[in-house]
């Protein structure tokens, strides 16, 4: 995962990047993380608001309930032709 510099503002103490064996690319102003078979999540704000919609109208047609399970399935927002978003479940 590179990071670009500017994008957003964080502060991250220097044993944690030496644990996590990150780089900091002052020339091209990028923080290079290497994953390491880590999930990287990305939740866009637009993403955000779609899925508590979809969630809060399923949950009210009684096709999904609260879960404390510690398992899941990873969701994605697809952008249909119209502009709105379709959610697809990845069960695999």
Known sequence: MVIELGSFDVVIRMDWLSKNDAAILCGEKKVRIPLKNKALIIEAPSELKELSEQLKEL???????PSSSPW????LFVKKKDGSFRMCIDYR
């Open 59 to 65: 949950s009210e047609k009684g096709f999904i309930h």
């Open 72 to 75: 899941g399935a990873p969701v």
